[in-house]
């Protein structure tokens, strides 16, 4: 096959690629998902990105090329940050403890000549020109004319370096009014000075003798609010959520939990009153955290900023609601990922929009509000026992049952189904895999023809979204886990087979059929919630003191106290578990799948595995595949007969007529 231009693939889909390309200044890969694995269809949509990628490319070249001026608010949105920067600098110099800071307004005045001398050189002195230059050098300029959006074309950069130097020359003359009264009675002097040199400005713009001059409009931040970033981007919060989530993703900061990130987002800009993001302050960190501790953790409809409760104000809402009660309260992990994903965002408008007036300080720190938890020595979730298991082993979905949704139930011609109602028990018991990791399995993670079967866990497009891989918590997920012969003897490696002639690529297509709840939650509605109902009827089932029961993850739980006896292999464990290695020996030194073999690691292993998990699936027959339709596999129902319904008596037949 010929070579498509500008596409590669990545685990057999295609994925178009491009470079971005300006100066010396960016140089930055563009990728986008194809969402396919046909080349005629990839080569095609190639081609369509690839036309509409150099049409972009020459209206941007036409641009740089036309010198697209500076406007009047790029102008002054230069100048301001620039001059209460150098005011800053120059205060700061004043009230510190240096041999120099009682000539810091000498200084600051020498500043305020060079500048002036430098802004209009003659044109016999190229020295001065190359001295301004490195004063003031062009990468510093760039930075600047991207924070106010305006293009680095050699022109703008020129007029841009000529405000920037204009702005230091004025400083170095209004801090001279450092140390008068009038000034010094302020907290912020820096910022009396500035309003006063406002009020200078605005008067003489406005004054009816200036005939023919344009007033410039002023930033929309609120006058008594000091803007803590290098510039005053007047766009509000919401207007820039989906940027943030699509950069970020394109970052590799964030993966496919859209819907997550987007909730967050727009909780924190309903929270704070969805401002101009030049009006944030570290304030709005305790805001944002108190507001969501006001909010209920389940049952609360959002809606978005345009419509449903987030389009109205927060008070507003708030005051609507029940008091929380304890068992309405959001947990604090849930507030600490909240915080978590905040800070993310913040760290990457830090770039941009939130860049801080102060090199190497952080306006808004939601890493710094997180929640330190105390153990409170409450069980989250009790483990099921070996008997649980061993109950639920024993039920009619392994000993044969009726069809969809009486799987629990006895029939007079009892059949054995086979999906994930049946494989996904016993591979959670036999290999302490979570519960995504087994629901979000693909044909290809799994090594049927190896000297040791085996499942891979990795990052998989079925547990991601939009054509992107997601599915690992962390790098120790990733890991490749042997099946045990109990798995294999009832027909797990049949099962993928079949599956795969089916043409599906999830080895439990049935759990993706729905798009609001896909994988592990699907399971569990339509088919975990009944066998626990199963056990329940059987044998008494532990709660913690909270009230809840263990769930699925807590076969997990079983799993890990099967090795919680002396001579357990840690580094073994934790690999089988998908855990980080506890010592500094495992973490750097023990590298036994490079040295000795990936054949050798499963194969250990699996004696590892055979050792310590108790085999209770001994009575469990093994049956040939049967495979129910698409939409009715997993569909299991509940155990429990339901109640007929009871006939009218003659009152009330009578009282109907």
């Not at 997180?370 to 989250?380: H, L, P, Q, S, T």
């Not at 044909?443 to 991601?464: M, Q």
Request: net charge positive; glycine share 6%.
């Amino acid at each position: 096959m010929s070579r498509i231009p500008h596409v590669t693939r990545r685990d057999g889909r295609y994925v178009f690629r491009r470079r971005i390309h300006f100066r010396n200044l960016i140089s930055k890969p563009l990728a986008i998902a194809l969402k396919t694995a046909e080349p005629a269809t990839a080569s095609q949509r190639a081609a369509i990105l690839s036309a509409r990628f150099e049409a972009i490319k020459s209206n941007v070249g036409r641009m740089i090329e036309s010198g697209a001026p500076l406007t009047g608010q790029q102008i002054e949105a230069l100048f301001r940050a620039e001059l209460e920067m150098e005011l800053r600098v120059h205060s700061d110099r004043a009230h510190s403890d240096d041999a120099w800071a009682d000539r810091a307004l000498e200084l600051a005045f020498n500043d305020h000549e060079m500048y002036e001398t430098l802004l209009f050189p003659a044109h016999d002195a190229p020295e001065l020109r190359e001295f301004a230059h490195g004063l003031i050098p062009d990468e510093f300029v760039v930075e600047h004319l991207a924070a106010v959006g305006a293009p680095a074309t050699s022109s703008n950069v020129s007029i841009a370096r000529s405000h920037l130097m204009r702005s230091r020359s004025i400083a170095g003359k209004l801090i001279q009014r450092l140390k008068d009264a009038d000034i010094a009675i302020f907290p912020d002097q820096v910022r009396a000075i500035a309003a006063d040199y406002e009020q200078t400005v605005s008067a003489r713009l406005s004054s009816p003798a200036r005939v023919g001059t344009t007033v410039l409009p002023q930033p929309a931040q609120d006058q008594n609010v000091e803007c803590q970033f290098l510039i005053y981007d007047s766009r509000r919060f919401g207007d820039i959520i989906e940027d943030i989530i699509f950069e970020l993703k394109a970052e590799g900061r964030w993966t496919s939990r859209d819907a997550d990130y987007r909730r967050v987002l727009r909780s924190f800009a309903w929270i704070t009153g969805n401002r101009e993001l030049g009006s944030y302050d570290h304030r709005d960190v305790s805001s944002f955290k108190r507001g969501l501790l006001r909010l209920p953790k389940n049952g609360f409809a959002y809606g978005t900023l345009s419509n449903g409760n987030m389009s109205r104000p927060f008070e507003e809402v708030m005051s609507e609601l029940p008091p929380l009660t304890p068992d309405r309260r959001r947990s604090l992990k849930t507030l600490n990922r909240d915080l978590s994903y905040m800070s993310t965002a913040a760290q990457h408008l830090a770039q941009s929009a939130w860049k801080p007036k102060v090199p190497n300080s952080k306006v808004l720190d939601f890493s710094g509000s997180v929640v330190r938890i105390e153990n409170d020595g409450i069980d989250k979730r009790p483990p099921w026992t070996t008997e649980h298991m061993r109950c639920l082993f024993s039920s009619p979905i392994y000993a044969g049952g009726g069809g969809a949704l009486r799987r629990l139930h006895e029939a007079y011609q009892p059949k054995v189904w086979h999906d994930a109602a049946y494989f996904a028990p016993l591979i959670w018991y036999y290999t302490h895999a979570c519960r995504e990791e087994i629901c979000g399995l693909e044909i290809a993670d799994v090594s049927i023809d190896h000297p040791t079967p085996h499942i891979l866990i990795r990052d998989n497009l079925t547990r991601g979204k939009d054509g992107e891989k997601a599915g690992e918590k962390r790098l120790a997920r990733r890991r490749e886990i042997p099946l045990h012969p109990e798995i294999i003897r009832l027909g797990f490696l049949d099962y993928v087979s079949a599956i795969r002639d089916e043409g599906h690529s999830a080895v439990f297509p049935e759990l993706y059929l729905n798009e609001t709840k896909r994988g592990g939650a699907h399971f569990y509605e339509r088919a975990w919630v009944h066998m626990v109902g199963w056990i329940s009827d059987r044998l008494p089932i532990p709660v913690n003191e909270e009230g809840k029961g263990p769930d699925i993850h807590s076969i997990r739980s079983l799993g890990s106290s099967q090795y919680e006896i002396d001579g357990v292999n840690e580094n073994m464990r934790a690999d089988v578990m998908g855990h980080a290695r506890p010592s500094i020996n495992g973490k750097h030194y023990s590298k036994r799948k490079k040295t000795e073999g990936i054949d050798v690691v499963l194969a250990e292993r699996l004696k590892f595995l055979e050792k310590y998990v108790p085999e209770i699936t001994g009575d469990v027959a093994a049956e040939p595949i049967r495979l129910l339709p698409l939409e009715k596999r997993s569909r299991v129902g509940s155990s429990r007969a339901r109640k007929p319904r009871t006939r009218p008596t003659s009152q009330s037949s009578e009282r109907n007529r």
